[in-house]
């Protein structure tokens, strides 16, 4: 088994260049090679997120008090452990709710995500 130790992953900058993301894992290279990604970022201000066409995100709070993301205007409050599910290409804005915090990301290319589940299951 690898350990990987989070104070060893190296910070990659978001797309929009406005945040820093942490590799946990992938199966492909950055920036866009690759079906699905596992990642941490840290969020310390009021932020926009990146776009990322095809994509389906879910987003956790894994450490701070939370935050409410803006999703094509409609807000969502984001509490520690809760999962918000979005599309990539929705327009995306996070506003702390009381200091930092810390997400857990999984972003998945959708196409390419169902097209192995129908060559794996045979459908």
């Known amino acids: ?3 990987q130790r989070a104070i060893e992953r190296i910070g990659v900058p ?3 260049g406005l945040g820093v993301q942490y590799e946990i894992i992938c199966d492909g290279s950055l920036p866009d ?3 699905w990604r596992l990642s941490t970022a840290d969020i310390t201000q009021d932020v926009p997120f990146s776009s990322f066409l095809g994509v389906t ?3 956790c709070v894994a450490d701070g008090n939370g935050v409410v993301l803006n999703i094509n205007g409609v807000d969502h409050r984001c509490e520690p452990g809760s999962i918000t599910k979005f599309r990539g290409d929705n327009v995306v804005a996070a506003a702390l709710t009381d200091g930092p915090m810390q997400a857990l ?3 998945l ?3 390419q995500v169902i097209g192995y589940a129908l060559l794996i299951f045979g459908v």
């Open 109 to 111: 290319r959708c196409a």
């Open 33 to 35: 090679d690759w079906t």
């Open 14 to 16: 978001w797309r929009n």
């Open 105 to 107: 990301n999984l972003m």
């Open 1 to 3: 088994m690898i350990v």
């Open 57 to 59: 995100r879910e987003f």
